[in-house]
T-cell receptor
Framework: SQQGEEDPQALSIQEGENATMNCSYK?????LQWYRQNSGRGLVHLIL?????REKHSGRLRVTLDTSKKSSSLLITASRAADTASYFC?????????????FGKGMKLTVNP | NAGVMQNPRHLVRRRGQEARLRCSPM?????VYWYRQLPEEGLKFMVY????????ESGMPKERFSAEFPKEGPSILRIQQVVRGDSAAYFC??????????????FGPGTRLLVL
């Protein structure tokens, strides 16, 4: 698997339900970030969790990070139709002397009204 | 405070032509990143620039692609002699003065390049 791989690749739920997305990675990281992309649009930063943090909250978002398992999860509670989008995890790594973000392929979330 | 601006939003070129993509970072941001996104794929890092300096171009093809971020004006991603495989969405992101990935990157809306 590549660095930053989301699971599942697609998820369809009903409005009001919770959505959980997982991200696994291979190398050590400085931080892990989640982004949202609506169809045909740019990316919107959702949340950043540093490698020494285990859990972070932002509104209806909850992110966990388990560096021993090299995995992270994004939980969206009480989902809304407007949450329909592609979600990407991106790992912040140091490579070749500089820091960069490495994105996964993303997962599509559909929230049905 | 305007966000990251990119233009054009859509660009159509014939094979062999040149494509110039522009990115104006957020006010106060001196670090610019370019990414390429193929359909149904994630973003792939291309190049990281600060004003007048290329910091990391490890993700950029060695030939036909170049990037600059002059002291004045927007950052430019230039693709010479475009081929059909260059068709993709190109995103620019900027981050504040302390730069690096420890700072959030703010993305522009992207330029969708179509090579005929």
């Amino acid at each position: 698997s590549q660095q930053g791989e989301e699971d599942p690749q697609a998820l369809s739920i009903q409005e009001g339900e919770n959505a959980t997305m997982n991200c696994s990675y291979k190398t050590s990281i400085n931080n892990l970030q989640w982004y949202r992309q609506n169809s045909g649009r740019g990316l919107v930063h959702l949340i950043l969790i540093r490698s020494n943090e285990r859990e972070k909250h932002s509104g209806r978002l909850r992110v966990t990070l388990d560096t021993s398992k090299k995995s992270s999860s994004l939980l969206i509670t009480a989902s809304r139709a407007a949450d329909t989008a592609s979600y990407f995890c991106a790992t912040g790594i140091t490579q070749g002397g500089s820091e960069k973000l490495v994105f996964g392929k993303g997962m599509k979330l559909t929230v049905n009204p | 405070n305007a966000g990251v601006m990119q233009n054009p939003r859509h660009l159509v070129r014939r094979r062999g032509q040149e494509a110039r993509l522009r990115c104006s970072p957020m006010k106060g941001h001196s670090h610019v990143y370019w990414y390429r996104q193929l359909p149904e794929e994630g973003l792939k890092f291309m190049v990281y620039l600060q004003k007048e300096n290329i910091i990391d171009e490890s993700g950029m093809p060695k030939e036909r692609f170049s990037a600059e971020f002059p002291k004045e004006g927007p950052s430019i991603l230039r693709i010479q002699q475009v081929v059909r495989g260059d068709s993709a969405a190109y995103f620019c992101a900027s981050s504040p003065i302390f730069g690096g990935i420890q700072e959030t990157q703010y993305f522009g809306p992207g330029t969708r390049l179509l090579v005929l």
